[in-house]
């Protein structure tokens, strides 16, 4: 399993609909736990969400599209396509992985 980073930008305007989408994109979310090794809201300087980020687990990119394609965000039109940046990502260190991978104990 590989983990795919996703990231993705409102598209301008696009606040009413984000809004009307969110309690779908909850429950979608929360029914994709087992996919998702963090996800939220991106924002602005001043508060204001702009975005979405994912990282997730996925078999291929393509099944990886297909979640994103799936979600009640990108269904409803919420982010610009045209600058979604989905890339495979590898943990290498931090906090939440328990440090670098290189070490070993």
Request: aromatic fraction near 12%.
């Amino acid at each position: 399993m590989n983990r795919y980073v996703i990231y993705c930008r409102d598209r301008p305007g696009s606040k009413p609909k984000r809004d009307e989408a969110k309690q779908a994109h909850f429950r979608y979310v929360e029914e994709n736990g087992s996919t998702i090794c963090v996800a939220g809201p991106l924002k602005d300087d001043s508060g204001e969400i702009t975005g979405s980020l994912y990282i997730i687990n996925a078999n291929s990119k393509r099944d990886a599209w297909a979640f994103l394609e799936a979600d009640p965000y990108f269904v409803a039109g919420i982010w610009d396509n045209d600058t979604i940046v989905m890339e495979e990502f590898i943990a290498a260190t931090g906090d939440w992985i328990g440090g670098p991978i290189w070490r070993t104990n």
